[in-house]
């Protein structure tokens, strides 16, 4: 890519930024938008409908950007819970460390790739060169300026594994003061227990309960045995689709009208009686959830959540085997009971385990599959391919402004689509995957879509064309530093342009929110939406997490490759940052809370860069016929390894699992607190399946308010 098409690219991705900031800041103060861009404020009633028309409804504002800027954390932390602040210390990180980055790279290392003359660049014809003159390559051979190179590769990676230790160990401490400060909840108090043996004369509950009032006599409370309710849930889906229709029927406008006819082309039935037979149509459903309902006792799972009196009694449950056969009894821990993901436990053992296998095959097919864009994009930022394979295009191509949208611009937002539909199919595989937890589904499909996009996006983009057809280079490790230094350089321009695409843009229609304003649009036509049915979206942790997360390994990769991403990235980061307070105090609630359990995960990734810079600063620096700093670069990976090891041990087990001084410290001070009695005794049922509930649908008051199993079934 020239340096005029990246100009293009930014005026273009610039202009949408601009467009979309307008539009918001006067789309969101209009009455019937208020739960397109502020849905958390309509649902917690702390925002109404103004119908007043005035003048500065209609004037663009940036009065957003404070009250998202004047948001303090611990703000963020009573709105949001742990992990929306976990999720903005990836922003404040990330612009840390490339700020550290720009500083070294854009002052220093900037210049000395430009200055050099590997390239022979030509100053009087700047905008038509290669962006690959601001980059290591323009360095040239053996220069002792590769020094320079070298040394900020130390110093970078030793700010940045500071940087990591710091947030490692902040954010375990705002966990365990998290906790601390938390009232008691369910899934403190409960675990969960698989592989319940079978036993001659009684059920499943019956075992649990003997087994659990003999070993675990002082501290055992309760337990809710699990049921297969997979038919009874579709015939609650049914019944509430039903339900919905017949309140709408019943709050239209124009119910009054009894001549209105409802049948087919408006002959056939009117419009009372085609609702009487919905209304009939939802008995007779409710009839048949009750009669299945009145069957599960018959339609146990070996597993059931086990509650006990205390904390650290549930922990001492939890990591220490109860049985003697290790298959049997098998603890683990409890989801809150809003997160737990109910229609895996009707599962058998060898489903969960066949259902891994075609996860895996899945998202292997889906990977490889992924390559077809993948390869398409990098023919548009060649023109000399795209002539060789289409030459009817030659003459449009050899416009400038259409050559420069075509390299500089469409490419990255060809991929940025493709893209697009990966988070919603890698939620989907996880959930099918065996959890049993929808923020255990949320952090597979987080980790599956991060390394499908390093995979994907980065690595199918720097080793296509030729360096694909050296397969035989992946079977000698030697010559990968070498592969990689050749290939990443190459692919500089692309990836700036993508942070402009998926970075700016998307960022800026993240805040517009197009999708969810056109079917708000909609919805107000066609039907009547009331505020008790609003659903509160949650942040897509799934594909917002490993986005953050590619743009640092771009930034962390190119840092000393190429210093010009540098300022386009902290860019992105400044506006994500202002862009996600604003959403997290408008738009997201969240519905579970995992305790900062995100964490790990963009620590592992971190490391995953910087052993990657290392690598290609070996290979650069053997191509630029400096051996000696090739030769000095190795310990980086090392020394980097084995500091990622010491924050494993030292952090890593505060995020799996809480310590007996925090359970036994929580537990005594709320001994002697009266309210325990009341929250155990909401204990006992807070793991009760939402299919288990009474029916509200149908005019029958009996039958809402009967319990549909006995107490002492559950």
Not at 154 to 163: E, H, M, R, S
Not at 435 to 453: G, R
């Amino acid at each position: 890519m020239i340096l005029s098409a990246l100009l293009t690219s930014v005026g273009i991705n610039l202009g949408l930024c601009l467009l979309f900031f307008t539009l918001y800041s006067i789309l969101k103060k209009q009455p019937g938008n208020l739960t397109v861009y502020a849905p958390r404020l309509v649902a917690e009633r702390k925002l109404r409908q103004i119908s007043d028309f005035n003048l500065e409804r209609l004037l663009p504002s940036a009065g957003w950007v404070k009250k998202a800027w004047d948001l303090s954390e611990d703000e963020l932390l009573e709105n949001s819970g742990l992990d929306g602040v976990v999720f903005m210390r990836i922003f404040t990180f990330s612009l840390k460390v490339f700020a550290v980055a720009a500083i070294i790279g854009v002052s220093i290392l900037l210049p000395i790739n430009f200055l050099g003359s590997q390239l022979d660049v030509d100053f009087s014809d700047l905008p038509n060169k290669s962006l690959d003159s601001f980059s290591i390559s323009n360095v040239n051979n053996g220069s002792n300026r590769l020094w320079i190179h070298f040394c900020a590769a130390y110093v970078f990676t030793g700010a940045v594994c500071y940087l990591l230790y710091y947030e490692y160990k902040l954010i375990s401490l705002k966990r365990i003061a998290f906790f601390y400060g938390s009232q008691p909840l369910a899934h403190q108090f409960t675990v969960l227990v698989r592989g319940i043996p079978v036993l001659s004369g009684s059920s499943f509950s019956e075992n649990i309960d003997n087994f659990f009032r003999d070993y675990h006599p002082h501290t055992y409370l309760s337990h809710t045995i699990v049921r297969r309710t997979t038919k009874l849930q579709q015939l609650m889906d049914d019944a509430n689709k039903l339900y919905r229709t017949v309140a709408q029927m019943k709050s239209d406008e124009h119910t009054s009208q009894r001549s209105r006819y409802n049948g087919f082309l408006g002959f056939f039935g009117t419009r009372d009686r085609h609702l009487h037979t919905l209304e009939k149509r939802l008995e007779v459903m409710e009839d048949n959830m009750r009669m299945e309902q009145f069957s599960l006792h018959e339609k146990e799972v070996p597993a059931a959540f086990v509650s006990f009196k205390s904390r650290y009694g549930a922990a001492i449950a939890l990591h220490i085997q109860q049985g003697i056969n290790p298959t049997e009894w098998v603890t683990e821990p409890a989801p809150e009971p809003d997160d737990v993901y109910w229609p895996f436990f009707s599962t058998s053992y060898l489903r969960r385990r066949i259902c891994k296998l075609v996860v895996f095959v899945a998202s292997a097919l889906l990977t490889i599959l992924f390559l077809i864009p993948v390869v398409v994009v990098q023919g548009l930022t060649h023109l000399e391919q795209l002539e060789n394979y289409f030459p009817f295009l030659r003459s449009i191509l050899t416009i400038t402004f259409v050559s420069q949208v075509i390299t500089g611009y469409l490419p990255s937002l060809i991929l940025q689509l493709f893209l697009s539909f990966i988070p919603p199919i890698m939620k989907m595989l996880s959930s099918i995957q065996g959890y049993i937890s929808m923020s255990e589904i949320q952090k597979s499909a987080c980790n599956k879509v991060l390394w499908f996009t390093i995979w994907n996006i980065f690595f199918a983009n720097v080793l296509s064309g030729s360096a694909l057809s050296q397969v035989n280079v992946f079977l000698e490790p030697k010559k990968v530093p070498t592969l990689l230094a050749q290939a990443v350089p190459a692919q500089a321009s692309f990836f700036i342009s993508y942070v402009l695409t998926s970075g700016w843009t998307s960022l800026s229609s993240e805040l517009f929110q197009l999708v969810t304003l056109i079917c708000s649009f909609l919805k107000r036509i066609f039907s009547r939406e009331e505020i008790d049915d609003l659903e509160v979206p949650t942040i897509p942790y799934e594909s917002e997490v490993p986005r953050i997360l590619f743009f640092l390994l771009l930034g962390i990769t190119y840092f000393f490759l190429a210093p010009l991403i540098l300022p386009f990235l902290l860019v992105y980061f400044c506006m994500g940052y202002l862009i996600f307070r604003n959403q997290l105090l408008n738009v997201y609630a969240p519905k579970y809370e995992t305790g900062g359990k995100y964490w790990p995960i963009v620590h592992n990734s971190t490391i995953f860069s910087l052993v990657l810079m290392h690598i290609i600063a070996i290979g650069i620096f053997g191509l630029k016929e400096l051996p000696l700093a090739s030769s000095l670069c190795i310990p980086l990976p090392i020394l980097t390894l084995l500091f990622n090891e010491y924050c494993r041990n030292r952090f890593l087990p505060l995020f799996k699992a809480y310590a007996a001084e925090c359970l036994i410290k929580k537990d005594r001070e709320e001994q002697n607190d009266p309210r325990m009695t009341e929250f155990l005794e909401k204990v006992m049922t807070a793991y009760q399946d939402p299919a288990l509930k009474p029916g509200q649908y149908s005019r029958n008051t009996d039958t809402q308010t009967s319990p549909l199993l006995n107490s002492t079934q559950i």
